[in-house]
């Protein structure tokens, strides 16, 4: 491995000690995927759960977009409809 020293021979740390990301970068990072019902924010929390295996096999044969966007929709619908009366 090569190590990186100034020009008086001390060592230098590897990688950006300050590095920036704009507000920008940070929006497009983590971008939801299909359509979000309604016109509300999406919450920060990201929230996993276990599933019955019949179910899971069903949900992974679903194109990653159409899956996300399918679980959120009935989610929120039906959280809406028996929590949010």
């Keep these: 491995m090569i190590e990186v020293t100034d020009s008086e021979g001390e060592k230098m740390p590897k990688g950006n000690p300050k590095p920036v990301q704009s507000e920008e970068f940070k929006r497009q990072q ?10 509300y924010p999406l919450g920060d929390k990201v929230w996993g759960i276990r599933l019955p295996v019949d179910v899971e096999q069903r949900l992974k044969a679903m194109d990653n977009k159409k899956r996300v966007a399918w679980m959120r929709k009935t989610l ?4 809406r409809a028996e929590l949010i009366k």
Excluded: S
């Excluded at 983590?30 to 016109?39: E, N, Q, R, T």
């Excluded at 929120?76 to 959280?79: G, P, R, S």
């Design 30 to 39: 983590f971008k939801a995927f299909g359509d979000i019902p309604g016109d």
């Design 76 to 79: 929120t619908e039906a959280a």
